[in-house]
């Protein structure tokens, strides 16, 4: 399978989670997510599914250019979990870098590179 046939099953992948993602926030709102309060507007919203959905296909893209993946059910999970696989070589080499692990309403943790979590939204939690 050649790289970008790889990168579009990331691409693909990224998709589904944020298809999913969006259900989910209909279902729990009962309007579109940039119409509920709180929630980020149209504009933003869709610059995040966008880069989303890029960060999946680059990643997969990448792996596959290094033939650490050479099918399509492995390049559309690396897509799913692109943010995650981001996230913890971030960690390994000692950065620090903010990921959101939810939704836009919820909190944001900041990884330092001793893998301490560190609240950086909600001041209410624990």
Known sequence: MS?????????????????????ASIRKH???P?????????GLYLCCVFLRLL??????GALGAD???TGAAGAFLIGVSAPLIIRNAVQQVGGTHEVPLTDATEEAVTL??????INAGNSDVA
């Open 3 to 23: 790289v970008p046939e790889l990168a579009l099953w990331g691409l693909a992948g990224g998709f589904v989670v944020e298809a999913l993602n969006l259900v």
């Open 30 to 32: 009962q309007v579109w």
């Open 34 to 42: 940039w119409h509920a309060p709180g929630e980020l507007g149209l």
């Open 55 to 60: 960060v999946g296909a680059i990643v997969a």
């Open 67 to 69: 033939q650490q993946v």
């Open 112 to 117: 330092s590179s001793s893998g301490s979590e």
